[in-house]
C-alpha cells in the first residue's frame, strides 16, 4: 500500500524455513530470529503470534518495552486487559491496542476494527487506523465487540470461500468449466459487495432490484430461503463468537507457568505445518513505525 | 312478472349510479357498507339479489333494495356486480343475458372465472370486469385488483377504481395477476389470522391471559403493516430498525430464519396461486 518503506519493517520468528520468512525477505522487510531485536528497533509492535503463545512472548519482551512502545495485539480471544497485567509487570503505562483483522488484508481488501488499552493515546490509535486503513476498511470500536466482529469478517472469508466453492459447483453442475465458474461466482460477490458498500440501499432492496418477476433469481432464493440459508449464517457467526469468547476464557484461566508453555507450544508449532498467513506461522512479527531506529 | 318501468339514465356519476348485485353474500356485503360509508352511492340506489332471505335481511338493514330476482338487478342498475358462487354463475348469467346491454358494466366477484369466459357467456359488446378482492373489504381495508375485458374502457376502469378506493386497495392489473393475488392477498389474510394467532399462544406460553394477547397480537400486525404503508420503506429496512444489536428482537429473528419461515410463506402464496389457476381451469 506504500505506507511503510519495507526497510523500516523488521519480523523475527525463530524458524527461518517457512515460506513466509523468504516472502517477507523479498520484499525487503528486516529479518531477524531475535524477537528482543524487533522489540528495540521499533515503535509499533505488532504481536501476531498464536494466543496460547502471548503470555509467552510478553514475558520474553516485556523487559524491553519502554514507553514509546505501542503494543498491538492481533491475537483472537486475548484481551487488553491480560497483555496489560503482564506488561505491566515489566513498564508501569504500557500502551497496548487490541485489534482483529482478516486475511483479505494481503489484498488490500482486510476489516480491521481496533479497541485501545487505558494507556493508550487517541493518536496511538489513529496510527493504528492509518496503517490499517492502507490495507482495507478499519474502525475503532469497543473491545467487547471484538468477539462478534471475529465471528463476521475475522472467519467471514471462510464462509465465502466456501459458498464460492459451492456456487462454482453449482456452475459446473450446469456445464461450465471450472476455472470460468469459479472466477464468475468470485466476481458476482466482490461486484455484489462493491454495489452494497456503495450504495444506500438496504441489502433487501437490492436483492429485490435483481428479482424479476417470476423469473430465475427469485426461483432460485426460494431455494436458499428453504435450506435456511439466512439463519445458517446467522449460526456460523454466533458459533464463532462463541467459541472465541471460549478461547479467550480457556486463556484467561492460564495455569500453566510460561516456562512450561514455551517447551510444548515451541514443539507443538515446530509440528505444525507452516501456513501461508502470516498471523500464525512467525513467532512474532514486527512493523516499525515511521521513525526507525538505527 | 318485473315492473319494467323507466329505467335509469346511463350515467357515469357515482352518485346517480344503480348499483345491483347478484349474490349478496359476504364479499358482496363487504363491497357495499364500502360504498355505503364512503358516501359514493345512497343505498336506495342498491339492489340487491339473493335465493333466499338469509343475507338479505343485513342488506335491507343498510337501506338497501333487496329482490329474488336476478334479472330485476340487472334491469334496474348500470353497474352490476356478479357475486354468486362459482358453480352457480353460468347457470346465472344465462338467466340475465337477454337483459345485458350496451349501457351495463359487469364486475364479476366470482373466484376462478376468467374474463374470457364471462364474455362469452354474456352477449358480445358487454363491458366487463373482473374484480379479486379480500376479506377486509368488509372494514374498509381490503386489498383488491381488477382486470378488465376487450370492451371495458378507461372510463369504467376509472369509475370501478374510484367506487373501490372505499374499500381499501384497488388497483387494475393484468388478469394473470389476478391469481396470484389470490395467494398473497385472498389467501393471504389467513396467513396472517395464523401468525397472530401463534404469537398470541407465544405470549399465553410466557404467562400472558389469551384475550389480552390476542388484541395486543392483532394491534402489532396492525401497527406494523400501518408504518410499512406509511413510510414507504423496505420491510427489510424496518426489520433492522428494530433490532438492536444483542437484543430481543434479533434472537427471536434467528428463530423465525431457523425455521426456514420465509421459505413456508413462499411456498403457501405460491400452492394457493397455483390452486387458483388450477381451479380456474376447471
Not at chain 1, 46 to 71: N, Q, S, W, Y
Not at chain 1, 173 to 184: C, E, F, Q, S
Not at chain 1, 252 to 259: F, R, T, V
Not at chain 2, 45 to 71: E, F, Q
Request: hydrophobic share 45%.
Amino acid at each position: 500500500a506504500g505506507v511503510l518503506a519495507a526497510h523500516k519493517i523488521t519480523a523475527s520468528s525463530p524458524d527461518t524455513d517457512l515460506p513466509t520468512v523468504s516472502g517477507l525477505r523479498k520484499m525487503g522487510v528486516n529479518f531477524t530470529v531475535s524477537n528482543k531485536d524487533t522489540v528495540k528497533s521499533s515503535d509499533v509492535l505488532f504481536l501476531a503470534v498464536k494466543p496460547p503463545i502471548i503470555p509467552f512472548i510478553l514475558e520474553e519482551v516485556g523487559p524491553d518495552i519502554e514507553p514509546r512502545h505501542i503494543v498491538v495485539s492481533c491475537a483472537a480471544g486475548v484481551t487488553i486487559s491480560s497483555i496489560e497485567k503482564k506488561l505491566s509487570t515489566f513498564c508501569p503505562t504500557p500502551k497496548v491496542i487490541r485489534c482483529m483483522t482478516n486475511t483479505p488484508v494481503i489484498v488490500r481488501e482486510g476489516a480491521t476494527v481496533y479497541a485501545t488499552g487505558t494507556h493508550a493515546d487517541v493518536e496511538d490509535g489513529k496510527l493504528l487506523e492509518q496503517l490499517m486503513a492502507s490495507v482495507g476498511f478499519c474502525t475503532e470500536v469497543e473491545e467487547d465487540l471484538i468477539d462478534a466482529v471475529t465471528g463476521l469478517s475475522g472467519s467471514g472469508p471462510a464462509y465465502a470461500f466456501t459458498a464460492l466453492d459451492a456456487l462454482a459447483d453449482g456452475g459446473v453442475k450446469m456445464g461450465l468449466p471450472r476455472r470460468l465458474a469459479v472466477r464468475l461466482g468470485a466476481q458476482a460477490l466482490l461486484g455484489a459487495a462493491k454495489m452494497l458498500l456503495e450504495s444506500e440501499q438496504h441489502p433487501g432492496q437490492l436483492k429485490d432490484n435483481v428479482c424479476s418477476p417470476g423469473g430465475a433469481t427469485i426461483h432460485a432464493l426460494h431455494f436458499l430461503e428453504s435450506g435456511g440459508f439466512r439463519s445458517l449464517l446467522i449460526n456460523a457467526v454466533e458459533a464463532s463468537c462463541i467459541r472465541t469468547r471460549e478461547l479467550q476464557h480457556l486463556a484467561d484461566q492460564e495455569k500453566i507457568s510460561p516456562a512450561a508453555i514455551k517447551k510444548t507450544l515451541l514443539d507443538k508449532v515446530k509440528l505444525e505445518s507452516p501456513s501461508l498467513s502470516v498471523a500464525s506461522a512467525s513467532k512474532v512479527s514486527l512493523f516499525t513505525s515511521k521513525t526507525k531506529k538505527n | 312478472g318485473v315492473a319494467l318501468g323507466a329505467w335509469p339514465r346511463v350515467t357515469m356519476e357515482a352518485s346517480e349510479l344503480w348499483v345491483g348485485f347478484v349474490g349478496a353474500g359476504r364479499m358482496a356485503g363487504g363491497l357495499v357498507r364500502g360504498l355505503l360509508q364512503a358516501g359514493k352511492v345512497p343505498a336506495s340506489n342498491v339492489l340487491a339479489s339473493a335465493p333466499s332471505d338469509k343475507n338479505l335481511d343485513a342488506w335491507r338493514v343498510l337501506g338497501c333494495r333487496t329482490t329474488h330476482c336476478n334479472l330485476e338487478v340487472v334491469y334496474r342498475s348500470t353497474l352490476v356486480f356478479l357475486a354468486t358462487k362459482p358453480h352457480i354463475l353460468p347457470g346465472v348469467l344465462e338467466e340475465i343475458r337477454p337483459a345485458v346491454g350496451s349501457q351495463h358494466i359487469v364486475v364479476s366477484l366470482v373466484a376462478g372465472v376468467t374474463i374470457q369466459t364471462l364474455q362469452r357467456l354474456l352477449p358480445p359488446g358487454t363491458k366487463v370486469l373482473r374484480i379479486m378482492p379480500n376479506l377486509p373489504c368488509v372494514v374498509q381495508a381490503g386489498a383488491m385488483v381488477f382486470s378488465r375485458g376487450s370492451n371495458a374502457g378507461d372510463e369504467e376502469a376509472a369509475l370501478l377504481k374510484s367506487l373501490l378506493s372505499s374499500c381499501g386497495l384497488c388497483e387494475e392489473v393484468p388478469e394473470s395477476y389476478i391469481d396470484i393475488h389470490t395467494g398473497l392477498s385472498g389467501s393471504g389474510v389467513a396467513y396472517v389470522y395464523l401468525f397472530a394467532e401463534a404469537l398470541a399462544e407465544g405470549a399465553v406460553k410466557m404467562g400472558m391471559p389469551g384475550a389480552l394477547a390476542s388484541r395486543i397480537a392483532a394491534q402489532t400486525l396492525l401497527g406494523a403493516a400501518k408504518m410499512l404503508l406509511e413510510t414507504g420503506e423496505h420491510p427489510a429496512k424496518l426489520r433492522g430498525d428494530v433490532c438492536t444489536p444483542g437484543g430481543t428482537t434479533i434472537y427471536a429473528l434467528h428463530q423465525l430464519e431457523k425455521g426456514a419461515l420465509r421459505a413456508t410463506i413462499m411456498d403457501a402464496v405460491e400452492a394457493a396461486t397455483n390452486r387458483a389457476c388450477d381451479m380456474a381451469k376447471d
